[in-house]
């Protein structure tokens, strides 16, 4: 019985004091605005936030769909929270929305942030009434890789860590421009997009003016060898010191 009480006593120290991401992280895709009339022959904008959970993330794919005879996707202007961007379009035919982020090799972002804006125009044609924009978002299918995800390479497996979306419900109307809702302020550093705008049926193509390889928005992306994460191997190190005393002891 002695023996299996440095092994509890382990397991018991490491449960309290591994930060909870490294258990589970729970990541969610949002719309910005959510609700709200958007009127006949206006634009607005419809921003797509990230919240990772608190844990890291190497990658984002939004995949969205919007009623194409209601709305028109003019462009798409990148976000700050992943330094790139790739195979970002716009199927107007479909109705459907691609946005890819990633990051470097030797980083990854953690927190809450702007993963792309998508630019609206409603056409003066379009026909009042309730309209909406939806992730393509199975939560039940975790091995998808064709709809959104959020992602995190972990001892060389990609692992899923979305787990749920806030999509949007309009109603198309016919009064002035200025009664629309805007998106919610992102006050801070970086909050500005880093522009790369991708037209009707266009692809990102970051050149390293406007997007250079090295870009690292300030107070977003963090080293994967965090402060926290030295500290917590250090502090394991410690106790499975001590614990080897112990063990020792009670033999």
Do not use: H, W
């Amino acid at each position: 019985m002695k023996k299996f009480l440095p092994l509890l006593f382990l397991f018991l120290i490491l449960f309290l004091v591994l930060p909870a991401s490294v258990f589970a992280q729970t990541a969610i895709l949002e719309l910005d605005p959510a609700n709200g009339p958007f009127n006949r022959g206006c634009s607005f904008p419809v921003n797509i936030r990230l919240d990772t959970g608190g844990g890291p993330t190497d990658g984002t794919d939004a995949v969205i769909f919007y009623d194409s005879s209601k709305l028109t996707a003019t462009s798409i202007t990148n976000g700050t929270i992943y330094p790139e961007y790739a195979g970002n379009s716009i199927d107007a035919q479909k109705g459907t929305i691609n946005i890819s982020g990633y990051v470097s090799s030797d980083t990854n972002f953690s927190g809450k942030g702007i993963l792309a804006t998508i630019n609206f125009t409603v056409p003066g044609t379009a026909a009042t009434g309730a309209t909406q924009i939806t992730f393509d978002f199975d939560p039940n299918n975790k091995a998808k890789t064709t709809d959104s995800n959020v992602v995190i390479l972990q001892q060389g497996s990609v692992v899923d860590v979305l787990n749920s979306v806030v999509n949007a419900s309009y109603v198309i109307g016919t009064a002035p421009c200025s009664t629309q809702p805007t998106p919610t302020p992102t006050p801070g550093p970086g909050s500005s997009p880093a522009v790369v705008v991708i037209p009707i049926g266009g692809y990102a193509t970051a050149t390293p003016a406007a997007l250079p390889k090295e870009y690292t928005p300030p107070d977003k992306l963090l080293p994967t060898g965090t402060q926290e994460f030295t500290s917590t191997l250090v502090i394991i190190g410690s106790i499975l010191t001590v614990l080897g005393i112990l063990g020792l002891a009670l033999l």
